[in-house]
């Protein structure tokens, strides 16, 4: 395989600026654009100009689908094509889901933490696997499979960790923006509070930041699928002078920027004592500067009501990781309180604190880990529900990465990022009976909708990857299998 750089060219960038066929898309669209609801529109033709824009929809559509593309693009017939996918009541199309949080160079170790919590699993498992990442040879290999991987899953953008190495991590931006993938990449930091195998200098934090910043420029100037976000890893891998050096650049140049927070008890005790002049584990973040309504924060699990209205107050939106806190049981994140508080939560994989990288299990967990809240604290109101965590997937994370605009749903406007899925496809995992099928058109319209509210309940719980035939970003197909 090349190493160099040069292996990524133009063509690259071609794919996701090329113009494409205005495409009228024709079936049944799913969504969850607001919390707690789902939109299903059966029937329904969506139209996609050749920059990867939503410009029309329109629903229970009967007519001919090549005339209704002439007319609403207003071009000829020729540069009009129609993807008719309407033939099976078990296929629809839902919008991409949105990772707020993996670490890229993390996922060979998906499914490998043992018994470990947080401050041990770092040491044990972690941090020698991302110094491995030195090497540009490594970077490329695991780089390419995870956004492959993650692709496959229906993720159309994620927000990446990469390493402390920068040539690593521009390596994970050519290789989101090879596979047509948006995506945040991040240059983590750390110049404190590491093993020697695994640390920086200050002034190297700082430049590889700089330098990661200039590199996503040049490669994507328009910023339409990869950006660099700011990335200190947590407090305890970074200096007072570094954290405020990183928020006064997030300031100045209005970017994104990432963390983690208040994910385990005794990472929180650790903060504690390494930062004594703060009042509280978000009081470091807000201080230096962190803090904004680009900051994504991984966990916030144990948050107390005042680091909430520290939230609440810079707009700051949270990636809830279910699957991760879970396995390197770090406990279960209040989302409910966070939602009726007025702060935007997303979810994420946090490879490979969580061991899948597929969002459709992470929100699985999602509403799992909500009912084992209820257990503890016997209030019903924390339960998430199939649409709720299907919301945090999608719409969700369109809101913590200030992109609502754009991404989470299918509206005019929007780009076309979305998963074309099938229920009954080669070797799916999930068993449809006759009389699920929802019959659109020859039935009660409300048994219709009954039925595939209940499919889309047996994706949630039973779907996975196979389901997924294609994929798209901006209006390009990405994954292709049928
Ligand atoms: N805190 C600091 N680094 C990490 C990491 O890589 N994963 C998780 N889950 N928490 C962290
Ligand atoms: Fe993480």
New binding site residues.
Partial sequence: MTTDSSYFTDQIQARCRDPIPYTVYYGTFAHTPILGSMEVMPKTAIGVDNTGLITFIEKSFQGDLLKLGVEKFGVEEGSVKVVDKSGSETKFFFPGFIDTHI?AP?YPNNGIFGETT?LDW?NIY?YPLESSFKDAAVAHEVYSRVVNRTLECGTTTAAY?GTIHTRATEILADSALKAGQRALIGKSCMNDHSPSFYCETTEESKQGTLDLMNYAHKRDPSGELIQAIITP??AA?CTDELMRWLGDLRKSKNCYCQT?LS?NHR?IRWMAQLFPQYDSYTDIYYQTGLLGRKTIL??CIHLTDDERDLLVKTGAGVSH?PT?NSS?TSGEARIRWLLNSGINVSLGT?CS?GFSPSILEVARHALLVSHHLVMSTHNDKEKLSVKDVLYLATMGGANVLNLSDKLGSFAVGKRFDAQLIELCNRDSNIDIFDFQRPRWGSQDPKVSHTRFDNLICKWLFNGDDRNVDRVYVNGRPVIYRV
């Fill in positions: 670490h993390q947080l770092l972690t960790y890893r947590f891998s983690h994910e990472e991984a966990h990781c991760s390197i946090d604190g």
